[in-house]
């Protein structure tokens, strides 16, 4: 691990160059001050206050519950601890609807955060979206594939572009993103070969969430890369720690030593 004091903070113009020269990009979810200030420390590229913090942080089933409000106070926690890292907000469910609403959407974040860029989920349709965003001067990540958001829709969270049809239509999204102007592209859940033909097709950076390794970098959610949880992380996830088992340790040491030794049962 290393510390960097006095480092400015990563553009999507180094995100871009990161590529160019063939580096991987790291990026990772944080949704606090202190965790983000920790990944920020240990090097990571881009910092996502994602939407899973429904899930992680509020004990939501799925990330529909969660507001612009909940992303915006969560996002500028994660800005004010760290110094290094691209912060990226994503737009949560109901808040990206059209690009009008989008665009107030995003310059909230903007304004209120001090992030430096907005995640949108959606295919091709919501390539308008991010072209909207984009004229206005937003750098806008793109994400295809599973998206959380349409959960009910979807049925469930697998894996998608198994069919040829389903493949087709994924390039065309990665594709018309591009596009647009999205500076880079999340691809979450996808069929690994079909991920690394979409990494090769475009010229943007793909980022991939259980989607395999050939894409031009990878994400997880911070807590199921180190172990932090009450119940099983997705399978594509790969723990690093197991801090749950540390911090119930703690705490059992902690309880053990504020009771104090077990009253001896009384003499009869
Ligand atoms: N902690 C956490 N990690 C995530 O990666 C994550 C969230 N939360 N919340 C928002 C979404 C939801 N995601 C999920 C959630 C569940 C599975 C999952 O259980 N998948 C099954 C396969 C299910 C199937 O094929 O029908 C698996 O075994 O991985 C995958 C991604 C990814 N995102
Ligand atoms: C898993 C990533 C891509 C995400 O969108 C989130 O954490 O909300
Ligand atoms: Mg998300």
Redesign the pocket.
Known sequence: MSFRPETRRLTIRDIHALRERGENIAMLTAYDHVTAGLLDQSGIDILLVGD?LG??VLGHET?LPVTLADMIRHAGAVQRGSSRALVVCDLPFGTATDPETALHSAIAVLQETGCQAVKIEGGAWAAPITARLVQQGIAVMAHIG?T?QAVHQLG????HGKSDAEARQLIEAAQAHQEAGAFAIVL??IVPELAAEISRLLDIPTIG??SGPDCTGQV??I??LIGL?ICP?????KPKADVASIVREAVAAYIAEVKGPAEEPPLV
């Open positions: 899973s899930n992680v990330t599973l959380p469930g969270y697998y894996r979450e859940f969430i259980g997880l959610v807590n199921d949880g992380p997705p399978s594509f996830a």
